[in-house]
Structure formats: C-alpha cells, structure tokens
C-alpha cells in the first residue's frame, strides 16, 4: 500500500484548509516535491501555505492545462492522452514554493455563467495523470461539502482525509463522505479531529467513529481564532504543525514506509 | 420593492444554516407561509428549525418535482410550463411544521455518480415558478461557497443575505457572492455580521462594506457552540431570535413595507 495522493474533505468551516496547509507543510520537511492543489474554486489554500494574493491570482488554473494537453497531443479528449505529464506544461501551471508545487483547480466565475463541473473533471484526470515518484506527494484541498465525491473529483487518491470538529453536523458530513470515498473505491479514509477544547470533545469524536480511523486531534487554537482578521495568515503555529507532524507519521507508518528523502523532520 | 423571495449564502462554518433557520423562525412570526428550501445536498437546515431527522429523510427532494409536472403537464421542458405550480403537486414535495414549509433540494448521492446541476437547474427554475401571496415568503439556504452562484441557482430571489464572521476569508468569500450575484441581476445584496465577540470584530465587518450594506450582528454564543454535539439543536435560542427579528424588520423596512397576516412579533 502506497500512498501519495492524499484529498482533504470534510464540511464548511471546520478547518480544511487550515489541516490541509499544515500537513503539505509537513511532508515538505521529509519529501522533495509536495504537490498542493486547491480544489475549492472559493479558494484560500495559497496564502495558508504562504503564498501572497498578488502571486496566487496569476497562477494559472490547471482546468485550461486541458486545452494545453490537446494542442501538443494533437487533439482527442484528455482522458486518452499518454499517461505522463510533460513537465513543461506541469511547470506552467505550478507555482514552487520551496518545494511545494502548488495548484489551482479554478478561478471566480461569472454568476450564472456556469458549474464546475469541467473543472472537477480535469482535476480528476490529473489527479490520475500524475505519476509520482517515491518521495513527492500530492495534497489535494477539496471544496466544502459532498459534490466533490458525488462528482468523483477525488476518484484515484489513496487517502481521504476527513476533518471534524465536535460538532454532530460536521460527524454527519464526515459519515456521508465516507460512504461516498468507499463508492470511489478510496481504499483508506481517515479522520483528523479539529478545534478539540476538552477531553469530552476528544471523546465524542472517538466514539463517532470506528477504532483506529482518527489519525489524530488538533486543540482548538485562540492565536488562529484571534488572528483571522489578518489579512495574511500563513504563519501555521507551531503546535499546529507538529500535530500535522505526527499524522503525517501515522499515514506513513499505515503505508508501510515510505523512502523519504529529506531524512524525516521533528515528530 | 417587494422583497419575497431570501437567500441566504457565505463561506462554509460562518453559520449560514442558524442564520437562516432563525430568520425562518422569525418570518414565521409575521407571515402566513414561509417557504424553507434547504439548497446544499450536504443538508442540515431541517434539523435547525425542528423536524426530526427521521421525518426530514422522508421528505421526497423537489428535483424529482420535474418529473412530476412534466406527466401532469403532458411533457416538455419545465421550462415552458404555465408559471403556475399546481398547490396539490408542492404539497408532495413540503413538509408543513407550523406555517413552515419546508422543502429540500436534493439527497445524497452516490460516490462519482454524477454532480449537482439537475437539481441546481431545477431549484432556479422552482424559484422563478413560485407566485407568492403578499404574505408569503421564501428563504432558501444555499450551499457553501460560490457554486450556486456560477450555476445561477439563486438568479430570481430579490434578497441575496451574505453571512460573514470576523475573518479575511470569510470577507473574501462575501465580496465574490456579492459580484456573483451582481451578474445575476439580483438587486439586493445585504449583509448578516455572525459570531461576533468583540466591538474591534464589529468594526472590522463593518468597515468591509459600504455604508448600509450590513442588516445587523449576531452575538457569539457559547450555547450554541457547546450544544453542537447534540444530536438535535432545534433550540434557536432568544438572543439569536431577537437579533433576527431585527434583521428581519430592516429587510421589510426597506422593502417598504410588506403586508403583514399576522401582526409582528417583538422586535
């Protein structure tokens, strides 16, 4: 078992993208190529990992890569396409960041204008285009909600991760993403409890789901609270990281080791 | 001006569904009928205004209301139907709980099956179709983030109510409905501060916004935080209520001045 594309789900609010940051944080401390996409065109993993707005808007959204493809592979729907990726079209796409290579699925449209649906489907076939080597692995933030897997978006990941906070909705969410990822043939979903204030809530988390799928709780944080009127907010806390550290380190361990090749960060 | 039919929208976890159902509540209280449409599959607005799961689950999702009228209307597109839906066919697809009826968009869906359009396409088009009385009102919740916007679902409500909390991305997610909904042609976007603990967090909505743009500011409650983990929140209490009935006498005043049925709650 092998895993390297990893999607981040769960209901509004409850801190995807704030989980989603902190953990491509981490497995850039023990991968060479950490691969961040953005799959909520309401968008703000980018300045989570650090990334200024006047830099972000001008990466290109990887949904025209579609169109790209076509004209050097000579026409045809992307899905018939070599499985290999140019590098140079990847290239025009990502913006590197140390080495975090982020993506964007796409931009604000015009209201009325159109779904996403286009969008999600390229996604989706990226996501299975991308061959990955050993020590590069691809995070993927998905939007709010549940369209993204009744859409099949996440098809061809190797981990769901679905993040709670102690909320009964947002347990009813996650059960409802589970039973779809299971659809997808998502072979591993795991949970990350968000925003914990007691042990109470620790509890109702554990016991909402079956033993060994929480990978692990993150304490709610005051400072992230606090600081959400910034206008920038990349400054993941320390205890937040090193909680994300140590999940990063459970996936591994569930995988069966993966060969890094940055000799592992502090756990 | 006559202000009928609400959406109520935002970024996930601002508390689009406690807004909304509050509002609901409060309509409730002044008008005959309040239609309640629940919009995001990922549903939870029932359970906020007080029907029991197991009630809610039974109730059937108007997106098979096409199919319906098309049999009783002798086929073609909803589209070009009389824009008069016959009351005994809404019947089936509400669920009356005191002069509430309510209505959901769609179920669950299978994982990769398909996406949301049909049901999106079709609750634009129920909107659109349903000829209020003076005294009726429909407030819809809508999915998290933006997609409902591109898709037009909401094209033809005469309110667009924006929820926001003290955060940037929360203000972000504001200011792209606010310009979707401007493509969209709906005339009036208005603001609903949530969650605020503190003059500083006041002030920091407020001067995201033009002048008059805000309808009010809810408190944070701790209650409501505390009580998310049961399984039923029905419970709206007083201090949202009366925030939201506030909110509500602006939206009339400034439409103004809707007829009444039922004489006004407290204000």
């Given at each position: 078992m092998t895993i390297v594309k990893i999607a981040i789900s769960g209901k509004g609010g409850v801190g995807k993208t704030t989980i989603a940051s902190a953990l491509i944080k981490s497995f850039a401390e023990t991968h060479q190529t950490v691969y961040a996409i953005d799959g909520?065109?309401?968008?703000?993993?980018?300045?989570?990992?650090?990334?200024?707005?006047?830099?972000?808007?001008?990466?290109?959204?990887?949904?025209?890569?579609?169109?790209?493809?076509?004209?050097?592979?000579?026409?045809?729907?992307?899905?018939?396409?070599?499985?290999?990726?140019?590098?140079?079209i990847l290239e025009e796409y990502c913006h590197s960041h140390g080495n975090i290579r982020f993506?964007?699925?796409?931009?604000?449209?015009?209201?009325?204008?159109?779904?996403?649906?286009r969008e999600n489907t390229f996604l989706q076939a990226l996501i299975s285009l991308l061959l990955l080597d050993k020590d590069e692995v691809v995070i993927m933030d998905m939007g709010a909600g549940i369209e993204h897997l009744s859409r099949g978006t996440a098809r061809g990941v190797d981990l769901m991760v679905v993040v709670v906070e102690p909320s009964r909705n947002s347990v009813n969410?996650?059960?409802?993403?589970?039973?779809?990822?299971?659809?997808?043939?998502?072979?591993?979903?795991?949970?990350?409890?968000?925003?914990?204030?007691?042990?109470?809530?620790?509890?109702?988390?554990e016991k909402s789901f079956q033993p060994g799928k929480v990978l692990g709780y993150i304490s709610f944080s005051n400072d992230i609270w606090e600081n959400s009127m910034d206008p920038v907010s990349?400054?993941?806390?320390?205890?937040?990281?090193?909680?994300?550290?140590?999940?990063?380190?459970k996936i591994l361990g569930e995988a069966g080791g993966i060969q890094r090749s940055k000799g592992g960060g502090p756990v």
């Open positions: 909520d065109p309401d968008a703000c993993l980018a300045a989570a990992i650090g990334i200024p707005a006047k830099v972000s808007a001008g990466i290109k959204p990887v949904v025209e890569m579609g169109e790209k493809i076509k004209s050097v592979s000579g026409g045809g729907a992307i899905y018939t396409l070599n499985p290999t990726i140019d590098d140079s993506m964007r699925m796409g931009d604000v449209k015009k209201g009325g204008s159109q779904c996403y649906c969410t996650a059960m409802n993403v589970m039973g779809m990822a299971a659809d997808l043939g998502i072979g591993r979903i795991r949970i990350v409890g968000n925003k914990i204030r007691s042990e109470k809530e620790k509890e109702f988390i990349a400054s993941t806390e320390d205890e937040l990281l090193n909680g994300m550290r140590e999940v990063r380190e």
